[in-house]
């Protein structure tokens, strides 16, 4: 083998050497992980009702920030006019989401009422873990998803999360009241099996 054959022959090792390396890079037992991962399974109740507003919109898994309200942010709850004269307070989401940009979206299986998920969220506490069906056609900013469910205490148990009043002749009437969603706290690393119940009937009840 002469010289130039050689040289060809360890530069072709070399590069494969490296091309490995670079590979098993994201492998390294050594490697700094900055997030943690939150998945789970989600049980659709009344699943086959999602058939008939497949066309008018979409369901959503979305994760909320840490209750806030300077600024007004994530899931808690309000007093009454605390948002201004008249207006009702409860429990219920404020401000955009944690990931309202890039929300999970599910699509309808119609041979199963089980749906996965999974989210890489940053380190910190959030608010709400929420399944909601996002109505394309509805232009009220506070109507416009109907929580099919949340994260709570019970996973195998529906909630809404959200104390909703109105206004009435003598206050504000409570029209609808169930348990809060769970604060959720992740580190880095953490890896959270978080599963969820819901009942896509609500939608009816709420548009």
């Not at 119609?110 to 989210?119: D, R, V």
């Amino acid at each position: 083998m002469n010289f130039s054959v050689r040289f060809l022959s360890l530069s072709m090792i070399f590069g494969a050497l490296l091309a490995f390396s670079s590979c098993d890079k994201d492998d390294d037992p050594g490697q700094v992980i900055t997030t943690g991962k939150i998945t789970g399974t989600i049980t659709m109740q009344n699943n086959d009702i999602w058939a008939t507003w497949v066309d008018s919109g979409e369901v959503q898994v979305t994760i909320f920030p840490e209750f806030s309200l300077n600024p007004p942010a994530g899931w808690g709850t309000i007093d009454d006019e605390l948002l201004g004269p008249g207006v009702p307070g409860g429990t219920f989401a404020i401000g955009a989401p944690y990931n309202s940009q890039n929300p999970i979206i599910l699509e309808y299986n119609p041979a199963s009422n089980l749906y996965t998920y999974e989210l890489e969220v940053d380190p910190g506490t959030y608010s709400a873990l929420a399944v909601g069906f996002r109505h394309d056609f509805e232009n009220d900013a506070s109507r416009k998803t109907a929580t099919l469910g949340v994260h709570w205490d019970n996973p195998t148990g529906v909630s809404h999360g959200v104390w909703i009043k109105r206004p009435g002749q003598n206050g504000f009437v409570t029209t609808i009241n169930e348990n809060p969603p769970e604060p959720i706290t992740i580190q880095a690393g953490d890896e959270l099996i978080l599963d969820i119940t819901c009942d896509f009937s609500f939608v009816n009840r709420w548009f």
